[in-house]
């Protein structure tokens, strides 16, 4: 160690090593010509600009880059295009010395234009039955759908049909057209109805009509003959009347019942001596009012004199009205 005050003094051990210096990077001779005076140049962004100046690429003969600028931004000529992109030699040239120097057209001027409409593909799933489409994309509310469960677990043959809306008052937002009911029960002709008065009306076949008829004449129900269903017309086709039950889908009038033996039951007032007859007619339609708010037939009044009249007319006070 070198005494206090002393200057230490450091003695390489051995020859120390440096990198070789890189090369010195040599570049082209700058050429007098990209200093030459410039007073005389146009203004690359001035209107009378010529288009090399502003795009820097040589010109090819014959190319007026005068009326390549001012007429472009007015839609009078030719769309420019550069050649030679990638190499030492890119030139501006016109649309047309393009396609003479290549032997190709442009496609968007030779292809005919395709007006077909162009399919795209959506973000929702196409469903097309409605019972399976939920309400918010356009299928049907729960209680249609829960209504028309019913229908197939009572044996009811029908289809949907698309909206009815006659006009005011005239409307069925999902109809029904019911041709068959629980045990081959034919209605005729078939009947276009809202769900509700059909499940309604299904279920009076099968628990009250069909077991009477059995109980009194040993047969089953063959057909069903309705009057009227979906109808547009105000109560019993009175001018300035309310609208009927009818111009909703909301009713139906059922005027003769056919056995499979053959027999045929009309609902008119029957004969003194036919007691079967009243026995039957009076039996179903004191039940029918479990089922429907509105009852009428032969007695009630002179508009339903050889039919019943079923209907779900709603009233505030939930009366139901069986004449």
């Given at each position: 160690?070198?005494?206090?005050?002393?200057?230490?003094?450091?003695?390489?051990?051995?020859?120390?090593?440096?990198?070789?210096?890189?090369?010195?990077?040599t570049?082209?001779?700058?050429?007098?010509?990209?200093?030459?005076?410039?007073?005389?140049?146009?203004?690359?962004?001035?209107?009378?600009?010529?288009?090399?100046?502003?795009?820097?690429?040589?010109?090819?003969?014959?190319?007026?880059?005068?009326?390549?600028?001012?007429?472009?931004?007015?839609?009078?000529?030719?769309?420019?295009?550069?050649?030679?992109?990638?190499?030492?030699?890119?030139?501006?040239?016109?649309?047309?010395?393009?396609?003479l120097?290549?032997?190709?057209?442009?496609?968007?001027?030779?292809?005919?234009?395709?007006?077909?409409?162009?399919k795209?593909?959506g973000?929702?799933?196409?469903?097309?039955?409605?019972?399976?489409?939920?309400?918010?994309?356009?299928?049907?509310?729960?209680?249609?759908?829960?209504?028309?469960?019913r229908?197939?677990?009572?044996?009811?043959?029908?289809?949907?049909?698309?909206?009815?809306?006659?006009?005011?008052?005239?409307?069925?937002?999902?109809?029904?057209?019911?041709?068959?009911?629980?045990?081959?029960?034919?209605?005729?002709?078939?009947?276009k109805?809202?769900?509700?008065?059909?499940?309604?009306?299904?279920?009076?076949?099968?628990n009250?009509?069909?077991?009477a008829?059995?109980?009194?004449?040993?047969?089953?129900?063959?057909?069903?003959?309705?009057?009227?269903?979906?109808?547009?017309?105000?109560?019993?086709?009175?001018?300035?009347?309310?609208?009927?039950?009818?111009?909703?889908?909301?009713?139906?009038?059922?005027?003769?019942?056919?056995?499979?033996?053959?027999?045929a039951?009309?609902?008119?007032?029957?004969?003194?001596?036919?007691?079967?007859?009243?026995?039957?007619?009076?039996?179903?339609?004191?039940?029918?009012?479990?089922?429907?708010?509105?009852?009428?037939?032969?007695?009630?009044?002179?508009?339903?004199k050889?039919?019943?009249?079923?209907?779900?007319?709603?009233?505030?006070?939930?009366?139901?009205?069986?004449?």
């Open positions: 160690m070198a005494p206090p005050g002393g200057i230490l003094s450091l003695q390489p051990a051995g020859p120390i090593l440096s990198e070789p210096a890189a090369p010195m990077m570049s082209a001779p700058l050429n007098p010509a990209m200093f030459a005076d410039t007073s005389d140049a146009r203004i690359p962004n001035s209107a009378d600009a010529p288009l090399q100046n502003v795009l820097a690429y040589p010109v090819s003969a014959g190319v007026d880059t005068n009326q390549m600028t001012s007429a472009l931004p007015e839609g009078r000529m030719e769309q420019p295009i550069v050649t030679g992109i990638g190499t030492d030699n890119p030139r501006l040239t016109s649309a047309s010395e393009y396609q120097n290549t032997g190709t057209g442009l496609q968007a001027e030779d292809s005919p234009v395709d007006d077909r409409p162009v795209l593909a973000l929702m799933p196409r469903i097309n039955n409605p019972m399976s489409a939920p309400e918010w994309a356009g299928g049907m509310p729960a209680a249609e759908k829960a209504c028309r469960t229908l197939k677990r009572l044996g009811v043959t029908y289809r949907d049909l698309p909206a009815i809306n006659s006009g005011k008052g005239c409307s069925i937002p999902y109809p029904v057209e019911v041709t068959e009911l629980s045990g081959g029960i034919e209605i005729k002709p078939a009947a109805l809202n769900c509700q008065i059909t499940d309604a009306f299904a279920q009076w076949v099968k009250e009509l069909a077991p008829a059995r109980l009194r004449y040993l047969s089953g129900v063959s057909s069903i003959r309705q009057l009227s269903s979906y109808s547009c017309r105000t109560m019993n086709s009175k001018r300035g009347a309310p609208m009927s039950e009818h111009a909703k889908g909301n009713a139906i009038d059922v005027g003769k019942i056919t056995l499979d033996n053959g027999q039951i009309s609902v008119k007032k029957p004969g003194f001596f036919s007691f079967r007859e009243k026995s039957l007619l009076k039996t179903v339609r004191s039940d029918s009012c479990k089922y429907f708010t509105t009852v009428l037939g032969p007695g009630s009044d002179i508009h339903h050889d039919h019943f009249h079923f209907d779900l007319r709603t009233r505030k006070t939930g009366y139901r009205h069986c004449d």
